[in-house]
C-alpha cells in the first residue's frame, strides 16, 4: 500500500545567482521581494566553490537572515528559498533549501511545485533502500540523482528529472555548479536574469529590479539549464512538452510589477477588472478592492464603468495573506485582524467589491459583514477569476475538493452564504481574453474546468477528493 498523503506542498519563491561575490546579500534581497509566496520558512546555501553552507529556520527573511546568520554565508554562488505549509507540510526539517552531502560531493535543491507521482516514487525508492528525512517531495529528487547509474551529475540529473511528473522549478546546486530545470509543462514561472557576468535565476522578474539584475528571458518547458564557470549552457531533459503556465499566477500569486512570458501582472489584472466590467455592470456609488492582489482588477473595473474606485477596505500591514495561512482557524482570526472597512468612503453607498477568487468562502463573507457594519447600502461581489470548484495538484493550497465552496454550490448559493446582494465571477473566455489570448491552450485552468495537463496518479486522487 502507497504511503498516507499528507497533504499539499507548497506555492513557493526560489532565487539563485551565480558568479557575484556578494551571492548570498543578492538571494536575501531576492527571497525578500519573493516573500508574498511564502511565509512560513526561508533557507539560503551558498556556495564558495569548495564547500556549501546552509542556514535556514521557520519564519520571514528579515527574521532568519539576520546580520549575525549573514557572516556565515560567504561564496559566490547562492541559492534560497521561501514556502509557506498545508497540513502535514510544516516543519523545519521542510524547510528548503535541502541540503545533502555524500562522499562524492554535496547538493542543494530549492523546489518551487508539486509532484504528482511523488508518493509512488518514494514507495518505490524506500522499497530499495531509501530513507527519507523529510515530508517533502523535493527530497524525491535526490535520491533519484544519487541512484542513477549515469557517472556525470548532468546525466544523473536529467535521467532523474525525466522520471518526475507534475509542477516542478528546481533550483540545483553543487560546490561548483547551478542547473535550473522546468517541468515539461512550464506550470510555474522561472525567468533568467544577468547582473553583471553573474547569472541570477528567480520566480518573478520583480526579485530582478530589486537586485538591479537584467531579464534575459523565461526558462523554457523542459529545460536544463547548466551555469558554471565556463557560462551557461542549456539542455533539455524533455523534448515532449507542452506549455500550460498556471492561471493563478496572474490573478493572485505573482507581484503587479512582475512580468510572466511578457504579460505584465498589474496589467492582465487590470484587463480582468474592465472584462468584469462588460459581464457585471452594476448603477452603483464606489467601486473597491480587496488589497493587495484585487486593487489592479478594481481599478480596471472603474475605469471602464466609470464608477469611482476608493480605498473602502485597508489593510493591516503587519498580519499575511489569510489564503496561506496554514491552518482554518488561523485564516478566520487573520481576515478579523487584517482588514478594515473605511466607513467615511462605503457608509451609505453602494459598493462593488472586486476580489481575485473565492477559495473556502470565509474571507468573502467577513468583508462583506465589515462593509455592510461600516453603513454599505448594497455590496455587489465581483470576481476576476471563474469557479475554483477543483483541488490544484501542482502546489496551490486549495485544499481537498469538499473544503472548496464551488465544488458543490451554485454561484446564488455561493451569494447566499458569503451575504452579497449580488456575485459575479468572470467566465473563463473572459479572462483568456484579459489575458490575450483567444483560447486556453498554453495555460492551466485544472482548478476551474478539471481538465489538468498531466496525468494524475490514483494516490493522489485520493487524497484530494475525499468527499
Not at 556549501?52 to 532568519?64: C, D, Q, Y
Not at 507534475?166 to 522546468?182: D, S
Not at 486549495?398 to 451569494?415: C, F, G, H, P, Y
Amino acid at each position: 500500500m502507497l504511503p498516507e498523503i499528507k497533504g499539499l506542498n507548497e506555492e513557493c519563491g526560489i532565487f539563485g545567482v551565480f558568479g557575484h561575490q556578494d551571492a548570498a546579500q543578492l538571494t536575501y534581497y531576492g527571497l525578500h521581494s519573493l516573500q508574498h509566496r511564502g511565509q512560513e520558512g526561508t533557507g539560503i546555501v551558498v556556495s564558495d566553490g569548495k564547500k556549501l553552507t546552509g542556514v535556514k529556520g521557520e519564519g520571514l527573511v528579515s527574521e532568519i537572515f539576520t546580520t549575525e546568520a549573514m557572516k556565515d554565508l560567504e561564496g559566490s554562488a547562492a541559492i534560497g528559498h521561501v514556502r509557506y505549509a498545508t497540513a502535514g507540510g510544516g516543519g523545519y526539517e521542510n524547510v528548503q533549501p535541502l541540503l545533502f552531502h555524500s562522499q562524492t560531493g554535496s547538493l542543494a535543491l530549492a523546489h518551487n511545485g508539486n509532484l504528482v507521482n511523488a508518493n509512488s516514487l518514494k514507495y518505490q525508492l524506500e522499497s530499495q533502500g531509501s530513507i527519507f528525512q523529510t515530508s517533502s517531495d523535493t527530497e524525491v529528487l535526490a535520491h533519484l540523482v544519487r541512484r542513477s547509474g549515469y557517472p556525470h551529475l548532468k546525466d544523473q540529473v536529467k535521467n532523474a528529472l525525466s522520471m518526475l511528473k507534475g509542477a516542478y522549478a528546481y533550483l540545483i546546486m553543487t560546490e561548483t555548479e547551478l542547473m535550473v530545470a522546468l517541468d515539461p509543462h512550464g506550470l510555474r514561472p522561472l525567468s533568467l536574469g544577468c547582473l553583471g557576468d553573474a547569472y541570477v535565476v528567480a520566480s518573478e522578474t520583480c526579485a530582478f529590479d530589486v537586485v538591479g539584475a537584467e531579464y534575459i528571458r523565461d526558462i523554457m518547458p523542459g529545460e536544463l539549464l547548466i551555469i558554471n564557470e565556463n557560462g551557461l549552457t542549456s539542455e533539455r531533459f524533455s523534448i515532449s512538452t507542452t506549455k500550460a503556465i498556471c492561471t493563478m499566477e496572474y490573478i493572485y500569486f505573482s507581484r503587479p510589477d512582475s512580468n510572466i512570458q511578457g504579460i505584465n501582472v498589474h496589467t492582465a489584472r487590470k484587463n480582468m477588472g474592465k472584462q468584469l466590467a462588460v459581464e457585471a455592470p452594476f448603477e452603483a456609488d464606489v467601486v473597491t478592492g480587496v488589497p493587495d492582489s484585487s486593487i489592479s482588477a478594481a481599478i480596471g473595473y472603474a475605469e471602464a464603468t466609470g464608477i469611482p474606485y476608493e480605498m473602502g477596505l485597508i489593510k493591516n500591514r503587519y498580519v499575511g495573506r489569510t489564503f496561506i495561512q496554514p491552518s482554518q482557524s488561523l485564516r478566520e482570526q487573520g481576515v478579523k485582524m487584517k482588514l478594515s472597512a473605511v466607513r467615511g468612503v462605503v457608509e451609505g453607498k453602494r459598493v462593488v467589491m472586486v476580489d481575485d477568487s473565492i477559495v473556502r468562502g470565509t474571507t468573502s463573507r467577513r468583508i462583506v459583514n465589515l462593509l455592510k457594519e461600516a453603513g454599505a447600502t448594497e455590496v455587489h461581489v465581483v470576481i476576476s477569476s471563474p469557479p475554483i470548484k477543483n483541488p490544484c495538484f501542482y502546489g496551490i493550497d486549495t485544499s481537498t475538493k469538499e473544503e472548496l465552496i464551488a465544488s458543490d454550490k451554485s454561484v446564488e448559493q455561493i451569494r447566499e452564504l458569503i451575504g452579497a446582494d449580488s456575485l459575479t465571477f468572470i467566465s473563463v473566455e473572459g479572462m483568456m481574453k484579459a489575458l490575450g489570448q483567444e483560447g486556453t491552450n498554453g495555460y492551466c485552468l485544472g482548478c476551474f474546468t478539471g481538465n489538468y495537463p498531466t496525468e494524475i496518479y490514483p494516490d493522489t486522487l485520493q487524497y484530494y477528493y475525499q468527499k
